[in-house]
């Protein structure tokens, strides 16, 4: 058994330790809340409307108002890249179902 001196090190040394995880996680959450703060996600419109010359989109959590100038200018890489998701989206889900009848033919 160590001395007094030799458990209160390993003590202190235990309680660097947890600060230090404590902080990690800490920063771990930092990264979190700022990616949150920095990207809205919006799963599904609600609503959209115009007033005062502003495009308005209202989401679950949200309402997105943007300038309609900008918004005409980019609407053509918009769509490039809706339809790109698009048909990624449906190649892999017809990938499934391709994958699903033939597990269902070897059964």
């Known amino acids: 058994m160590g001395t007094s001196k030799d458990i209160l ?16 996680a800490h920063k771990e959450k930092d990264k979190q809340t700022e990616h949150k703060e920095r990207y809205v996600y919006i799963h599904e419109i609600i609503s959209i409307w115009e007033d ?17 100038e900008t918004f005409f200018t980019d609407l053509p890489i918009i769509m490039d890249l809706c ?14 179902i391709k994958e699903q009848l033939k597990t269902e033919k070897i059964k």
Not at 9 to 24: F, G, P, T
Not at 52 to 68: D, G, K, R
């Open 9 to 24: 090190n390993d003590e202190i040394y235990e309680l660097e330790q947890e600060v230090k995880e404590l902080k990690e």
């Open 52 to 68: 005062h010359e502003e495009i308005y989109f209202e989401t679950e959590n949200n309402t997105i108002v943007v300038n309609p």
């Open 83 to 96: 339809l790109k998701a698009r048909k990624s989206h449906k190649k892999r889900v017809l990938e499934q």
